[in-house]
């Protein structure tokens, strides 16, 4: 069992930076692939980014160029540093965690409770 929880959302205006962080814990954290993903009101939930326990990372199309997905194995966490945010960025922003370790493959089976992100002026 692995246990995710998520921190650093909040309002923010359009163009400045955010870090969301993940603590996870309950697991080797390091096999894990670890993603961010959102859901947006009256959206489906979509990938964000994504870590796979070896480093490399994907990122979705709407965020690459802004987005940062990073891990420290020490600390059991992974982030995601967002810049030039967007309006259309607002969601729930959820941490998930796959013990497959991989990193093209749907998400794993646990999930963070969200923390929420709203770009607005």
């Known amino acids: 069992q692995v246990q995710l929880v998520e921190s650093g959302g909040g309002l923010v205006q359009p163009g400045v930076s955010l870090r969301l962080s993940c603590a996870a814990s309950?697991?080797?954290?390091?096999?894990?692939?670890m993603g961010w993903y959102r859901q947006a009101p009256g959206k489906e939930r979509e990938l964000v980014a994504r870590i796979g326990s070896g480093g490399t990372t994907n990122y979705a199309d709407s965020v690459r160029g802004r987005f940062t997905i990073s891990r420290d194995n020490a600390k059991n966490t992974v982030y995601l540093r967002m810049n030039s945010l967007k309006p259309e960025d607002t969601a729930v922003y959820y941490c998930?965690?796959?013990?497959?370790?991989?990193?093209?493959?749907?998400?794993?089976?646990?999930w963070g409770q969200g923390t929420q992100v709203t770009v607005s002026s």
């Open positions: 309950g697991s080797i954290f390091s096999r894990n692939a």
């Open positions: 998930n965690a796959d013990p497959r370790g991989m990193l093209y493959t749907p998400p794993g089976p646990y």
